[in-house]
């Protein structure tokens, strides 16, 4: 999963520093920001995370 993170963030990098020409472009920029970003949110969120033992108790989710 940290490969396919890296890769959304460095494809968001170069959406964010395109050269800004003309009113569609900007637009084409921020929709593929939105996009990317709610799929970099989709991947942290969905990220598989080992049972966390605190004090004795152990949580499962």
Same mark, same amino acid.
């Given at each position: 999963?940290?490969? %396919?993170?890296? %890769?959304?963030? =460095?494809?968001? /990098?170069?959406? /964010?520093? =395109?050269?800004?020409?003309?009113? *569609?472009?900007? *637009?084409? *920029?921020?929709?593929? /920001?939105?996009? =990317?970003?709610?799929?970099?949110? %989709?991947? %942290?969120?969905?990220?598989?995370?080992?049972?966390?033992?605190?004090?004795?108790?152990?949580?499962?989710?």
């Amino acid at each position: 999963m940290f490969m %396919v993170d890296t %890769v959304l963030i =460095l494809t968001m /990098l170069l959406f /964010l520093f =395109l050269p800004i020409s003309d009113r *569609r472009t900007v *637009r084409m *920029r921020y929709c593929m /920001l939105c996009a =990317l970003l709610a799929g970099l949110s %989709v991947s %942290v969120t969905r990220a598989h995370v080992g049972p966390v033992q605190v004090a004795g108790f152990v949580s499962t989710r």
